[in-house]
C-alpha cells in the first residue's frame, strides 16, 4: 500500500533553533509528495510540494524539505523556528485510494511545539 | 488568490435535523474535495467532483449527500446524523484531481451533532 509515515507524535524545539519534522513514504513509482500545517480550529494550509526536479524544496514561511530517495524520506526543516511556527504538520502523497483513483493520503500528523 | 471559503464555521444540530454545509473558491480549480477530520488526526476523504460529477466517494453512509451545483460551488447535506459524525469537514479545491496538484483547504465546518 501506498503511504507516508510521521514517526514522531510531537517535536519540541527551542526558538532559533534548527528544527526537523520527519516523514517517510512508501510508493510504487515516482512518488508525489506535500506537507500542510495546520493551526489551532484552522483548516490545512500548504507549505511545499516534491514532484521532480531539485531534491530541497523550498517552500512557504522559510520551510524547505528534502527528498532522499535512498532513504525514502521528506523530511521537513526550517534553519530557525519560531515560537509561530507551533502547529500540526501533516506529510501526504499521492496514492491510490480504495475506489481505484488517485488522491492524498496523510500521515498521522506530527505536533510541532517552539518553545521561547 | 487561494483562497477557500467555507460557510458556517460552526454547526450544532440534532440527530434528527437536516442542514448543509458550503463551499466556495474562485481559482478556477476543477476538483473539489470534502474531508472529515477528528481532533488530532489527519484528514479523511469522503468525496471528490472532478469537472462537476462525483468521481469518488470512499465510502461514506448516505446520511452525507455532495452536490456540486457549478464549478465554483459545493454542497454537503446532512440529514439523521449521529453524535460519532462531530468533526471538521473540510472543503478543498485543486486544479484537477488525480492527487499531483496542490490541494487548498478551506477553514472548514466544525460540526457538533447532539
Known amino acids: 500500500a501506498q503511504s507516508v509515515a510521521q514517526p514522531e507524535d510531537q517535536v519540541n524545539v527551542a526558538e532559533g533553533n534548527p528544527l526537523t519534522v520527519k516523514c517517510t513514504y512508501s510508493v510504487s513509482g515516482n512518488p508525489y509528495l506535500f506537507w500542510y500545517v495546520q493551526y489551532p480550529n484552522r483548516g490545512l494550509q500548504f507549505l511545499l510540494k516534491y514532484i521532480t526536479g531539485d531534491n530541497l524544496v523550498k517552500g512557504s514561511y522559510g520551510f524547505e524539505a528534502e527528498f532522499n530517495k535512498s532513504q525514502t524520506s521528506f523530511h521537513l526543516k526550517k534553519p530557525s523556528a519560531l515560537v509561530s511556527d507551533s502547529a500540526l504538520y501533516f506529510c501526504a502523497v499521492r496514492a491510490l485510494s480504495g475506489a481505484g483513483s488517485y488522491q492524498l493520503t496523510f500521515g498521522k500528523g506530527t505536533k510541532l511545539s517552539v518553545i521561547p | 488568490d487561494t483562497e477557500v471559503t467555507q460557510t458556517p464555521k460552526h454547526l450544532v444540530m440534532g440527530m434528527t435535523n437536516k442542514k448543509s454545509l458550503k463551499c466556495e473558491q474562485h481559482?478556477?480549480?476543477?476538483?473539489m474535495y470534502w474531508y472529515k477530520q477528528k481532533a488530532k488526526k489527519p484528514p479523511e476523504l469522503m468525496f471528490v467532483?472532478?469537472?462537476?460529477?462525483?468521481?469518488i466517494n470512499e465510502s461514506v453512509p448516505s446520511r452525507f449527500s455532495p452536490e456540486c451545483p457549478n464549478s465554483s460551488l459545493l454542497n454537503l447535506h446532512l440529514h439523521a446524523l449521529q453524535p460519532e459524525d462531530s468533526a471538521l469537514y473540510l472543503c478543498a479545491s485543486s486544479q484537477v484531481a488525480g492527487g499531483f496538484e496542490t490541494q487548498y483547504f478551506g477553514p472548514g465546518t466544525r460540526l457538533l451533532v447532539l
Open positions: 467532483y472532478s469537472y462537476e460529477k462525483l468521481s
Open positions: 481559482m478556477g480549480h476543477r476538483a
